[in-house]
């Protein structure tokens, strides 16, 4: 009987620590784990590795001190172990309450990845076909001259469409309706050949979601959670604006000290920005891409999403942009070099809000951060993470003294640049 009882309560709290994030799923119909008590290395003395973490941590609190900051959350995977989780700063400036472990922040185009993924795992069983023209996948998609109809489902997660970058983009962030947007495409302006070249895109990027619900005859949102995020255990993982706002610690978006009103925008297209977690179940969601979890993300289904399919330019800006070469985009996933080693992952920005996952696939070595204002120095807390794993004494990726006096403006910005999504 002891022991009957204690299993009915573990199932409880599992169940319970399910739909306190908001979900509706049970138990009986995923494996899903419940997660024992957490012990994350979020304490000097339990930083262990190659990399200088106490190092690191002053950096960090030296940039989150900075007046373009809200608050910050990194997470640092080391030969394939989480060895550091650490916040800073605020989530709201106006109340004063901190940046925790299970902040809610977005991931803004990060969310691609999981797009990319799903689309590997499903033309891996064969539910969707990555060489079939997207015309005929039942999306709202239309491209000028009819592309749509030659143009693959796997050019379209590859960014290959054609269009001017971002198009329609200032429309979406306007109210106008996704779906109706990506019919009018048909009449917007074209950088290339659609299937010739890379044209970063949001709203042609999400008739991904049209198409994956399609196949999996279920909602976009629930197939990627269902499939990936509660079989990883990433009960903090999910899509949607009122699944942000509903949760009890969540980041507001800011330009420095000013709270930002919070936009719809990106969330109508899921596909390409719609995702928040916290920073424990970003960097989950990291080791997963790294091969750590066979039995949800088997190898096969990673080469097919990280293969690169098309050379793109330069990534981010200023000193960053110069370091990193050889860039590429496979399936809602970046990869470039840096200093004669292959990174992947991928970067985005939404109103108040950036996000990173980058890491050395060789290494199993990389960081997630995610951070509640617009600003783009932070972009370069995986480079200085990744030098110090190497040792590299010449590092000064957050050397503030690079930086100019602090602005008196919050609504400055400097530092690299994400697209938007």
């Known amino acids: 009987m002891t022991v009957l009882i204690a299993a009915a309560a573990l199932g409880f709290a599992g169940w319970f620590g399910l739909h306190a994030f908001g979900g509706s799923h049970t138990l009986a119909s995923i494996p899903i784990p419940i997660k024992a008590p957490e012990n994350l290395p979020d304490t000097p003395g339990e930083w262990r590795g190659r990399i200088d973490y106490r190092a690191l941590d002053q950096q960090l609190s030296d940039l989150a001190a900075r007046p373009e900051m809200a608050g910050l959350a990194v997470a640092v995977v080391e030969d394939g172990e989480l060895r550091f989780v650490r916040t800073y700063g605020v989530a709201d400036s106006a109340t004063g309450s901190p940046v925790t472990p299970h902040t809610l922040f977005r991931w803004a185009s990060v969310s691609k990845t999981a797009t990319g993924a799903l689309a590997a795992a499903m033309a891996a069983d064969g539910s969707v076909d990555l060489d079939r023209p997207v015309g005929g996948g039942g999306t709202s998609l239309r491209l000028p001259g009819g592309a749509e109809a030659q143009l693959s489902?796997?050019?379209?997660?590859?960014?290959?469409?054609?269009?001017t970058k971002n198009a329609y983009d200032e429309r979406l962030e306007d109210g106008q309706n996704p779906a109706s947007l990506r019919?009018?495409?048909?009449?917007a302006p074209l950088q290339c050949d659609p299937g010739t070249c890379h044209t970063y895109q949001n709203i042609a990027f999400d008739a991904a979601s049209e198409i994956l619900a399609a196949a999996a005859n279920k909602s976009f949102a629930d197939t990627v959670v269902e499939r990936f995020f509660l079989p990883l255990g990433m009960v903090s993982a999910g899509y949607g604006m009122k699944r942000l706002t509903s949760a009890a610690d969540w980041?507001?978006?800011h330009r420095g000290a000013r709270v930002l009103p919070l936009k719809q925008a990106y969330w109508r297209v899921p596909a390409a920005a719609g995702v928040e977690s916290d920073i424990v179940?970003?960097?989950t969601w990291m080791r997963a891409m790294m091969g750590a979890r066979p039995d949800v993300l088997p190898d096969p289904v990673l080469e097919q999403a990280h293969r690169p399919r098309v050379g793109t330019g330069r990534l981010y800006g200023g000193s960053l942009r110069q370091a990193t070469g050889d860039a590429a985009y496979g399936l809602g996933w970046r990869s470039f070099t840096y200093k004669g080693r292959r990174l992947e992952g991928h970067s985005g920005a939404v109103s108040g809000y950036r996000a990173t996952m980058i890491f050395e696939p060789a290494t199993r070595t990389g960081v997630v951060a995610m951070w509640n204002s617009d600003w783009g120095f932070p972009f370069r807390v995986p480079f200085a993470a990744i030098d110090s794993y190497y040792k590299r004494d010449d590092a000064r990726w957050l050397d503030m003294g690079e930086l100019p006096p602090a602005p008196r403006s919050a609504a400055a910005q400097t530092g690299a640049v994400a697209p938007k999504g």
């Open 281 to 283: 179940d970003f960097a």
């Open 153 to 163: 489902f796997g050019d379209l997660l590859a960014q290959r469409t054609g269009l």
């Open 183 to 187: 019919a009018s495409l048909a009449g």
């Open 251 to 253: 980041a507001k978006p």
